[in-house]
């Protein structure tokens, strides 16, 4: 028989994600507190669209409002929970959906930033597992509706990677990747937390920048002030990330190493860092918008806190001072309880921090 799956959050990953593997046959349920989007998911489907005309698709997945979870209770156990909500929703969510989990039953986290401690605290090490979905750039546009605006991965980028906390290679791991493998490219990984933490250097570059600029990720790594602050926002990010002790892997397309010179000053360095960042866009579409951008525009709460505010909080336990991250901390919040406008212009206020 195949496995129960649970995807908790049906947002633009956790939708992209599950609305596909439910087309390849998978049994998967969602769990959303949104109820026009439940309602349309299981009404009319989810609407997926990718890149390509040839990549859409309408899936009908059954769906389930967070207050009709009880009537998991009548089901068969849950075998494999993905977990797909915003950083600071990981531990009700994990909370919620523990109860209905089989005995060898586990938690997937499928976020944004670093959250396998948070799950771990809920459910034990030993139903922690970690997902990775690198540079996929898909949107929820509207009740049961994702777009995706970049190519599908290829042998030169893996987009999904799965990994166990220790690093270990088990057969749950091989299971997902068999999965999530149908969907697009993936592989396992024995580098989970220098994966998450590479993960975490490109949102700090992107993320807080989209929300408070207002603009898009191509528009922000065209831009010369934009773009320079972003190599600042990162080189701090992968030098913190060094002294914790992760292996790091690239950033996106940029060397770990030649990023954190290009944000202490090394012209060389800078120089091929805007120039990778200058090509990288050209593979993007315009309308590729990273997710607290979207947040910013659809008046949600940021995670700003758990992504350049980890970084911070990170350099802070390991001595190394991050004040282009601290500052995005703090203007983002501005911008998000309205005291600010989102314009790239605050931007050019950071340059000498």
């Not at 496995?3 to 599950?18: E, H, L, N, S, T």
């Amino acid at each position: 028989m195949g496995k129960r799956i649970v995807v908790v959050g049906a947002g633009a990953v956790g939708g992209y994600v599950g609305g596909h593997l439910a087309r390849t046959g998978e049994d998967v349920t969602f769990v959303d507190p949104w109820p026009e989007n439940v309602e349309r998911i299981r009404t009319v489907g989810f609407d997926l669209k990718g890149y390509t005309p040839e990549e859409h698709c309408v899936v009908k997945v059954p769906a389930l409002h967070i207050t009709e979870l009880q009537s998991l209770s009548k089901q068969a156990p849950v075998d494999i929970a993905f977990v797909s909500m915003k950083s600071y929703d990981t531990e009700w969510a994990t909370m919620m959906i523990k109860q209905y989990l089989a005995p060898g039953g586990f938690v997937v986290s499928l976020q944004n930033g670093i959250n396998e401690e948070r799950i771990a605290s809920v459910v034990g090490w030993g139903k922690t597992v970690g997902c990775i979905a690198s540079k996929i750039s898909v949107e929820l546009t509207g009740p049961g509706e994702i777009r995706r605006t970049v190519p599908l991965g290829s042998p030169g980028h893996i987009v999904f990677r799965v990994g166990e906390v220790h690093g270990r290679i088990t057969e749950r791991v091989k299971m997902l990747d068999a999965m999530i493998s149908r969907i697009d490219t993936c592989k396992i990984t024995t580098n989970l937390w220098g994966e998450r933490w590479s993960k975490l250097v490109v949102n700090s570059m992107r993320n807080g920048l989209s929300a408070a600029t207002g603009q898009g990720g191509n528009a922000n790594d065209r831009m010369e002030l934009t773009r320079r602050f972003a190599i600042r926002l990162g080189s701090e990010a992968v030098r913190i990330g060094k002294a914790l002790g992760y292996e790091l892997e690239n950033i996106g397309n940029i060397p770990p190493d030649i990023l954190e010179q290009a944000g202490q000053g090394d012209a060389d360095a800078l120089a091929k860092c805007e120039d990778l960042m200058i090509t990288a866009s050209k593979g993007k579409s315009d309308d590729q918008r990273p997710s607290m951008g979207q947040d910013m525009i659809k008046g949600r709460r940021t995670e700003i806190e758990f992504l350049n505010g980890l970084v911070v909080e990170k350099g802070e336990e390991v001595g190394i001072p991050a004040p282009a991250n601290a500052a995005m901390v703090d203007l983002v919040r501005r911008v998000e309880r309205g005291e600010l406008e989102p314009s790239p212009d605050h931007i050019a206020r950071l340059s000498n921090i």
